[in-house]
């Protein structure tokens, strides 16, 4: 039985004090999230030391990137090691944004899947294709790609450690929304190609998000699709209402 996961991506904003602000507004609303519902805060990495000493037992806490490193001179880097010591669980690897803007190539993400594992945190996986792959019949292809370059060498215990986040590229933050259809199309394809390469029982186990202007009218109606697992959510997490409304939609 997969639980839902719902990630709230808050990307590089807020300040420290904005910051606490909305996890302490979102703990009023925390008693009416489902039960069944796992919550996870991805703030600033320079904000994670802070939202910890909270403590707060409803949500618990993810990186929104680490270093393929453990330790060394690496400047301006965050390990996986440092991230473990602050209570952190789960690490955003591969976002488009970061493949895009910091061009992380698939070695690189592969890489930061193993720092992550090696350390007990749980990669949260991102992958999806453009508007332009979907738009001439690539997108399967690109997302096994991704799969292919980023995962394939785990392990089925290892990937048991892992949640995929399928981020069509054309949906992220522009308010377009892949159907409920078109994602849970997706969602399947990539359970049943991870089954295939790790066999059933992994591919069953592991928790597929989806991502790409969840709001809090659609979250519903994308939640409830067999193979969507939870949603990672980036602009909708940042306002209260609309984030506790996705969270009260993962029943
Ligand atoms: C994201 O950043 O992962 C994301 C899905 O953003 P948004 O919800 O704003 O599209």
Known sequence: MRNTLVIGNWKMNKTLEEAVELVVRLKEKATDFPPSAEVVLAPPA???????????????????????????????????????????????????????????????????????????????????????QRKEREHFVTVLNQLQQGLFHLTPAQLSDVVIA?????????????????????HTFIRQQLSSHFGEVAANDLRILYGGSVSAGNAASLLACS?????????????????????GAAS
Not at 73 to 92: R, W
Not at 227 to 247: K, T
């Open 46 to 132: 320079l904000y994670l030391a802070s939202i910890a000493m909270l403590e707060e037992p409803w949500h618990k806490l993810a990186a929104q990137n680490c270093s393929h490193h453990d330790y060394g001179a690496f400047t301006g880097e965050i390990s996986a090691p440092m991230l473990k010591s602050m209570a952190v669980d789960y690490c955003i690897i591969g976002h488009s944004e970061r493949r895009t803007y910091f061009h992380e190539t698939d070695a690189l993400l592969a890489a930061k899947v193993d720092a992550c594992l090696r350390n007990g945190i749980q990669p949260v996986f991102c992958c999806g294709e453009q508007l332009k």
């Open 227 to 247: 193979d969507i697992d939870g949603a990672l959510v980036g602009g909708a997490s940042l306002h209260v209402r609309d984030f506790a409304a996705i969270i």
């Open 166 to 186: 399928y981020e069509p590229v054309w949906a992220i933050g522009t308010g377009q929304t892949a159907s409920p259809e078109e994602a849970n199309e997706m």
